[in-house]
DNA sequence: TCTTTTCTGTAACGACCGCTAGGGAAATGC
DNA sequence: GCATTTCCCTAGCGGTCGTTACAGAAAAGA
């Protein structure tokens, strides 16, 4: 028996035959971020889900597959509800450098911002997890991100911005582990103002120009 | 009836009455401490670590409790023979600088030794997890190290090694930040030689001298 | 109205979780 | 030898996990 699988709002594909889901699927999905957000992948169970999406097991199974294929919707509405400012940074700053301040000084705000979890979900939410393909997908964005900082630096190097012989891959690691220690640390009850001391020191490895 | 409650190896309190034990406790410790390390607290099943320690489950709740008092003294053992670094570094260095040159460069080599489990087991083993009281007595000591990284910072301020404006709890933050991002790198991959370029980077916040 | 389609709620599946009762097995002291 | 103490193994406890069968309810099309 063939499921209609994973129905996104059907917007006017036709007429919406057959009984209507009686939830707002994008809301729903915005209260299991914030429960995968907090909680991570594996501490965060089905019931757990159902109760703060406020629907059933099955209805939870026929919108959005199954945990896995949920959680990875998840990630892509954190991606570009929350995790959005570091793209923004690089691709609007006109500098490497001020790319990086900038999503330092964002981060130390978005990740102890009142009324939602702490930290970053992508570093956090897939850690100690027994199922190797979500562990392996956050993985990837992390090191995505790692590799987005360095083309960026590349390209002030080769601009003549930065210096011919700066290591643009280990300035790039030095940004993405300020960045990861300080979500580890916001997780860890730290404050806007403790984190953004900490990323205005971070900054001054950058060289003089 | 009151049991014997995690007998530690007796040495020659009496004679040892009674059936010894089979198995050599401090063997099937340093496994709980691998699987742990590697695994995190709930990822690692009860049948996981008597299938590692090669003990049955009866044995390991006689020898250590149950599974939250075997992690506690699996970080207890961690702590003594793998997290000792940053202790040794903070109470041998002549300088707070110098103990956190110190620790960033050993970090890089401790975080990706060779068999086994890459990054630090205090900074990932109990992220995700469902017993409160577990994820606290890590960050407990995540938050403790930073103090004490303040500690010697504040300690060379006041014998004027350091300049009397430095921000000492901004300074410890951020080297706590360093390594902790640096052992969430090298969970991600990193090797040693990229987690050495990032601390060398880390270490031009200084002043001058 | 009647059929068709789709969603919802109940209730349960098999698997695994942390943990332990209970019966022998292996050492001691006498 | 015997009784005592302690350990190990088998088997299973109650509970939760992710997932789904099934039947009834609510919409559209005829």
Known sequence: MVRSEETKPQFKTGKARG????????????????????????ATSVSDLTRVMGIGAPSLY?????KQALFA????EYGTRYGSFTGRALAEEPTARAAVARILREAAAEYTAPGRPHGCLVIHAAT?????EVEESLRERR????????RRIEADIAAGELPADLDAAAF??????????MSQQARDGASRQELEAVA????????RT
Chains 1, 2 share one sequence.
């Not at 026929?62 to 199954?66: I, S």
């Open 172 to 181: 790039a690691r030095h940004a993405g582990a300020v960045v990861q220690g």
């Open 128 to 132: 100690n997890c027994t199922t190797p």
């Open 19 to 42: 009984r209507p889901r009686s939830f707002d699927r994008t809301t729903a999905l915005e209260q299991a971020v914030l429960a995968f957000w907090e909680h991570g992948y594996e």
């Open 73 to 76: 919707e998840v990630v892509a």
């Open 143 to 150: 090191n995505a991100n790692l590799v987005a900082f360095e």
């Open 62 to 66: 026929a919108a959005f597959g199954d």
């Open 200 to 207: 205005e020191i971070a900054m001054n490895i950058w060289p």
